[in-house]
């Protein structure tokens, strides 16, 4: 008979009650789930009272902390005001028109047009919608092919998911067909023997044209890329990529869209990451970072010639019909416009770029070690990769991942990271202390030297 007499344990609820999703189940019945209460900073604290460092940001998006007093008063004050509300119907708050504003104004665009959504996934099918919509009142309904990127990462809707590179994806059936992943833009791992970093931006240069030339330039409706991707393990582009494949989209007529789901609002040590890489994008899809975590929100940021098009193509039948409940709310709103003006105003962003160097350092540091291969980064996200044979840049094999036993390790040692592939990932809060980040950088040679 089970002893009933003892209350379950918070980890035997949350398994025997909730589905788990991106959650390695075996390491979940082993290990139990860490069951958090609250946060402190860049600290969350679980139902035993452990604090952990959380080197990942919540998941990329809580970028000023935990307990940040601006902005859970900027949600308090206007659920106060006014709790909730749509934007359509000829109705929207204040909250969002001001926020349309201020996402205009600090994205890349002289002018544009921004559209709410409730996440980054929604972002990306909304866009996809947009230019179907736009393509099909153009006279050009052919134009439905999405280009993106082999290991990109776009979300779980059918659509966005169709978008991600990941191979992970065939368990859904997915991609659906005419979503085509081109070259992932990995030197370090997709590089030829003798093949210069510039040889292969000119490689991939080379294999979008071709592309282009295969599927007709007239079937594709945007190539969509992250700046920096970051679930397919923080991989910076090689030198000259965005300068190599904008122009040739340019040329065919081709939208550029950037999706900045995890790069915006500052992580690169730029507002966006197209500015760090230095293109200028046709659309940006935003989320994460733009309401620091505080509520689910995505956006749609038009530039002006989408926007211009896009307006004249809802004209033309007098309305675009999509939207979600919550988009455009206005607690979302006012959220995000505090954030906004934290991450600006009041030193995220500096410290972003302050603590950049130091960031550098603790992975240069730790590529020294002889089980990793490869650190790489831009502002703060990097990302270690664990490698059995150096040299040979030959991956670890195991049925649990190298990178999965990293971040056990690091959670037994009061850390919270990311594994990504074979590569474990480092995505700070930008409110990280110079201490902080020392921490950080000792808790994970301390798990990094268990495991090796
Ligand atoms: N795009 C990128 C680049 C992302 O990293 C993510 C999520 O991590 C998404 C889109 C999807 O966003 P969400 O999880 O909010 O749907």
Known sequence: MPDTSTPQSWEARAEAASFYGFTDLPTIHERGTVVLTHGEGPYVVDVQGRRYLDANSGLWNMVAGFDHPGLAAAAKAQYDRFPGYHAFFGRMSDQTVMLSEKLIEVSPFARGKVFYTNSGSEANDTLVKMLWFLNRAEGRPQARKILTRKNSYHGVTVVSASMTGKPYNDVFGLPLDGFIHLGCPHYWREGRDGESEADYTARLGAELEDTIAREGAASIAAFVAEPVMGAGGVIVPPEGYFQTIAPILKRHGIPLVSDEVICGFGRTGAVWGCQSLDFMPDAIIASKAMTAGYFPMGAVIL????????????????????????????????????????ILNEGLLDNVRALTPRFEAGMARLAQMDHIGEARGMGLMG??????????????????????????????????????????????????????????????????????
Not at 304 to 316: I, V, Y
Not at 317 to 330: K, L, R, V
Request: charged share 25%.
């Open 303 to 342: 530039g002006p010639d989408l926007a211009d098009r896009m307006q004249d193509a809802a004209e033309a039948i007098e309305e675009f019909p999509h939207g979600f409940t919550a988009s455009g709310h206005p607690v979302g709103c006012a959220i995000a416009l505090k954030a906004i003006d934290v």
């Open 383 to 452: 990302a270690l990769e664990a490698v059995q044979d150096k040299a040979g840049k030959v991956p670890f094999d195991g049925s649990l991942s190298v990178s999965e036993r990293i971040a056990n390790a690091s959670t037994d040692a009061g850390l919270i990271c990311r594994p990504l592939g074979q590569a474990v990932v480092l995505c700070p809060p930008f409110i990280m202390t110079d201490a902080q980040m020392d921490e950080m950088f000792e808790k994970l040679e301390q798990a990094l030297t268990r495991v090796f």
